[in-house]
């Protein structure tokens, strides 16, 4: 009797080591697919919260541009350089400087065929009127360059007072092999006084400069303002330039002269 249990026993022995092994094989595979569906299930949420921090972010960056504009808006009519909304949920810090003032002039904006750059060869006073000092009183001859460093065509309007009276000379004239007219003279046939000289590319779109021996008068202001909401920042800069005159642009349609008295 006791034989026989022996012997059942060992007849039942391989097969409960193989429900045994295939029950561990199940396990195993539960374990591997709890794992890879966390890993899922981790991975989504990370890309959902990244996802939501970007939009959040670009949402910050929009609203700390529009402070920055609200910042250049209020200097603009306070001359203030501390804006803060009423709330206090938002703030620009204004850093304000003169644009020119150097013996290189330019404004680093490409300026399309048939359209002009100008630059003013006078001061201005704190009222934005034209002054007197006059950079021909200084310098004879500038540099006009433009970025394309090769030959090309330029309009150029120049404009100055003489005997009382304001005139302009216009020429097209090439550049050198360097994009560059060389020693354009701003005070050819007597005693001129320089007021304002305006560039047309006629053939490419350039970037155009001056270059002189002085430097030139200061042209404006740059104000650059960070705008900062929640700790982020957004910085945005603009030219504010002294304008052209009517009385300048009257001369350049009828061609003649304007007479300052």
Known sequence: MIRQVKNRIRE???????????????????????????????????????ETRIDTDQELLKQAFNMAESGIDYYMVTGE???????????????VSGLGNDKILGFNSMV??????????????????????????????????GSNNKVTSFKVDYFYLTGGNYKVERKVIDTGSDGCIAGFDIAEGGNRSSLLLTVMPIETPNKIELKGRENFPIQGEQISATGKVEGVNNTVTVLNRYSVDTFLTEAVVSGGNVSSK
């Open 12 to 50: 039942k022995g391989p097969a409960q080591k193989l429900r045994i092994r295939a029950g561990g094989q199940v396990v195993l595979m539960v374990l591997l697919a709890s794992a890879l569906i966390l890993t899922l299930g981790l991975s989504a949420s990370r890309i959902t919260t990244t």
């Open 81 to 95: 350089t501390n804006y803060e909304t009423d709330g206090g949920d938002g703030a620009a810090d204004l850093k």
């Open 112 to 145: 399309l065929v048939g359209n002009y750059e100008y630059f003013w060869l006078v001061d201005h006073e704190s009222d934005g009127d034209v002054g007197r000092d006059y950079y021909s009183s200084k310098v004879n001859a500038i540099d006009i360059c």
